[in-house]
């Protein structure tokens, strides 16, 4: 195969979120554009991919880095139990970091049942929650990327109490009004701190530095008098700390970002995307750069990436030395002025001095492991609180007019979204975890068959939490009381395909907690890179998954939860789109984007009455855009 140019302006590595995001940045700036991917799907390690390919995915983790105490399993299915194929053990290393082998995998792959709906599964590697304001939805919507994706509201968010319980979390002022099972004074506490969150007075210097020395949970308690349930929801379902040490300034940034957002879109702070979230996106932006003369290549192993000599330009000139890049099945090697890749191809192509990694700093030695599950399940988890609505089945009977007998059961819709939060050590005292514990934070997002994530008739659950690197625990370990919980809570649910009652056979859902069985379970624990952009070479960037906050009151060493990561992924986007095109662009498009702001001020219009000289009508002068990049929000 050959192309029909082979010197690009930018060579991306990896089609995942960030990349994607800067690919059609590029494109749209009239800057050529080639796009690289070892694999036959978009989006990399954000992909959303069908049974088949994540069962494949799964199984080719032997050899990938960052990936470890991968175990799948398909425990509805008749086939034989899971097996654990011949691997190193997951003994600590002498570098004190864990075995990246230990696996079991069922061995004849998915069963037939579910392979015949293989085409109707979307399973995220990277779920996440979309703030309805931010810098990913700006972007999107001023990209027009938005036109090619579809969302949907989280419809319910809730903290996990007790194997029989999880309480709804009132997270706007309409779901603190009709909250049933809150009284006047935790009513009021609730909204005098929601109202101090939302208006910044926190930010002030002279708070920042306490703020930042007390953990969230104990600042509600003691400065705000909060009684336990409400501590509860507020960190863990309103802020989504990811521990009980997790700063309160780092909490309040992420509770004003959630009340900012709610009543955009609807009752709820986050959109939910469809066809498995990330890697939609990141399709959709591959699909933009590509309107604008990005190519494409995928399915094509990068055998080598390395630094040309300088070369002579025309007439005499010497033009900089480029990146000379070899792809299997191309003629011809690829040349690029600049190299932007995801940390792991690069670490598959660590074959010069220019692509090595920098040593990391010591402070980031040791490190965070993610640690991630996937569940498909025949029916999801009822979102009702217990204590104000008791009703736990979607189902309802109702009676006959005429001689009151009972009229045949009205299914009620049941729920498409949910975020289940399990707080800190939460399992652990509710005897679910078999005296593991976990001291971490485990959000579980469900998302049904409208999200097109999954067939009709079943459920995604999405598991998360965070782990030092040198713990031996492994991922199914961490997980299993959640996974317990999940089960237990979805076994008082009736199955999103009930079978017809028969005749003369009463009805009662809630009288018998049914086993459920998953359809699928996969849990693994992967490896969170120091930082990115530690390449020796200043035209080579890494791009590190999952992206990391670099400024902020979030902490670097802390993961970034489901809703931080699509507006990281848009800032570590935008940081290299200024890089590669100059700071004098960026000056230009600010410049710019004041312009528009201010011919859109509604203080500027006068109204029906008339024109005058403030109705927003303004010289050629005023009005005239200089010409710049326009992509980001």
């Known amino acids: 195969m050959s192309l029909e140019k082979t010197h690009y302006d930018v060579a991306i590595l990896s089609t995942g979120l960030t990349q994607s995001i800067l690919s059609a940045a590029l494109s749209k700036?009239?800057?050529?554009?080639?796009?690289?991917?070892?694999?036959?799907?978009?989006?990399?390690?954000w992909a959303s991919l069908t049974l088949s390919e994540i069962d494949s995915w799964a199984r080719s983790r032997y050899s990938k880095t960052g990936i470890s105490h991968l175990d799948i399993s398909y425990p509805s299915s008749s086939s034989p139990s899971p097996s654990t194929p011949p691997a190193p053990s997951s003994?600590?290393?002498?570098?004190?970091?864990?075995?990246?082998?230990?696996?079991?995998?069922?061995?004849?792959?998915?069963?037939?049942?579910?392979?015949?709906?293989?085409?109707?599964?979307?399973?995220?590697?990277?779920?996440?929650?979309?703030?309805?304001?931010?810098?990913?939805?700006?972007?999107?919507?001023?990209?027009?990327?938005?036109?090619?994706?579809?969302f949907r509201l989280l419809e319910h968010t809730a903290v996990f109490t007790s194997p029989e319980t999880i309480e709804r979390v009132p997270s706007s002022k309409e779901d603190i009004f009709k909250h049933k099972g809150l009284g006047l004074i935790d009513k009021r506490k609730l909204m005098r701190l929601l109202a101090y969150a939302a208006s910044g007075d926190?930010?002030?210097?002279?708070?920042?530095?306490q703020l930042e020395a007390i953990p969230f949970p104990r600042y509600l308690s003691?400065?705000?008098?909060?009684?336990?349930?409400?501590?509860?929801?507020?960190?863990?379902?309103?802020?989504?700390?990811?521990?009980?040490?997790?700063?309160?300034?780092?909490?309040?940034?992420?509770?004003?970002?959630?009340?900012?957002?709610?009543?955009?879109?609807?009752?709820?702070?986050?959109?939910?995307?469809?066809?498995?979230?990330?890697?939609?996106?990141a399709q959709g932006y591959c699909r933009a750069s590509a309107v604008h003369g990005g190519t494409f290549i995928l399915a094509h192993k990068v055998k080598s990436l390395q630094r040309q000599g300088q070369?002579?330009?025309?007439?005499?000139?010497?033009?900089?030395?480029?990146?000379?890049?070899?792809?299997?099945?191309?003629?011809?090697?690829?040349?690029?002025?600049?190299?932007?890749?995801?940390?792991?191809?690069?670490?598959?192509?660590?074959?010069?001095?220019?692509?090595?990694?920098?040593?990391?700093?010591?402070?980031?030695?040791?490190?965070?492991?993610?640690?991630?599950?996937?569940?498909?399940?025949?029916?999801?988890?009822?979102?009702v609180e217990t204590a104000t609505e008791p009703e736990s089945s979607y189902r309802v009977e109702a009676e006959d007019e005429e001689d009151g007998a009972k009229a045949p059961v009205k299914p009620k819709t049941p729920p498409e979204t949910g975020l289940l939060v399990f707080p800190p050590n939460s399992l652990e005292e509710e005897g679910v975890d078999g005296g593991g514990g976990h001291s971490e934070t485990i959000m579980a997002l469900m998302m049904g068959e409208g999200t097109f994530s999954c067939p009709k008739?079943?459920?995604?659950?999405?598991?998360?939490?965070?782990?030092?690197?040198?713990?031996?625990?492994?991922?199914?370990?961490?997980?299993?009381?959640?996974?317990?919980?999940?089960?237990?809570?979805?076994?008082?649910?009736?199955?999103?395909?009930?079978?017809?009652?028969?005749?003369?056979?009463?009805?009662?859902?809630?009288?018998?907690?049914?086993?459920?069985?998953?359809?699928?379970q996969l849990v693994y624990r992967q490896k969170i890179a120091s930082d990115g952009h530690t390449r020796k070479d200043e035209r080579l960037f890494s791009v590190p998954f999952p992206p990391m906050s670099t400024s902020?009151?979030?902490?670097?060493?802390?993961?970034?939860?489901?809703?931080?990561?699509?507006?990281?992924?848009?800032?570590?986007?935008?940081?290299?789109?200024?890089?590669?095109?100059?700071?004098?662009q960026r000056s230009i498009s600010e410049r710019n984007a004041s312009r528009r702001k201010k011919r859109r001020d509604p203080s500027e219009f006068q109204g029906r009455g008339g024109r005058g000289y403030d109705d927003g009508v303004q010289s050629e002068e005023e009005t005239e855009e200089e010409e710049g990049v326009d992509f980001f929000g």
């Open 29 to 45: 700036a009239n800057l050529s554009v080639i796009h690289l991917d070892n694999n036959d799907y978009y989006a990399d390690q």
């Open 91 to 150: 003994d600590i290393d002498e570098d004190h970091s864990p075995s990246s082998h230990q696996q079991h995998e069922s061995p004849d792959g998915p069963p037939e049942e579910a392979l015949k709906l293989d085409r109707h599964y979307a399973l995220s590697l990277a779920p996440t929650l979309l703030a309805s304001t931010g810098p990913s939805i700006d972007t999107l919507v001023k990209s027009n990327v938005a036109s090619y994706a579809t």
């Open 202 to 209: 926190w930010e002030k210097p002279e708070n920042r530095g």
């Open 222 to 281: 003691e400065q705000h008098k909060l009684p336990p349930h409400l501590v509860r929801a507020v960190a863990y379902g309103v802020s989504l700390s990811s521990s009980s040490e997790e700063s309160t300034l780092t909490a309040l940034a992420r509770a004003r970002d959630h009340l900012r957002s709610t009543g955009r879109y609807g009752n709820s702070a986050y959109l939910v995307g469809q066809y498995g979230g990330a890697g939609e996106l």
């Open 311 to 383: 070369e002579e330009g025309g007439e005499g000139e010497v033009a900089e030395s480029v990146w000379s890049i070899e792809v299997q099945g191309l003629e011809e090697r690829i040349t690029a002025n600049w190299v932007v890749a995801s940390d792991e191809m690069l670490d598959e192509l660590d074959d010069s001095p220019q692509t090595s990694r920098q040593e990391p700093p010591a402070s980031d030695v040791g490190g965070i492991d993610v640690v991630r599950g996937i569940l498909v399940l025949d029916r999801p988890i009822d979102f």
């Open 457 to 520: 008739g079943q459920y995604v659950f999405y598991l998360q939490t965070q782990i030092p690197s040198q713990s031996p625990r492994s991922a199914k370990e961490i997980l299993s009381g959640a996974i317990q919980a999940i089960l237990k809570l979805a076994g008082k649910s009736s199955p999103a395909d009930p079978v017809p009652e028969r005749d003369g056979e009463e009805e009662n859902p809630t009288s018998k907690e049914e086993e459920v069985i998953p359809i699928l």
């Open 552 to 584: 902020g009151p979030t902490s670097k060493t802390t993961p970034p939860t489901l809703a931080d990561l699509p507006d990281l992924s848009t800032n570590q986007a935008e940081r290299l789109f200024w890089q590669i095109v100059g700071e004098e």
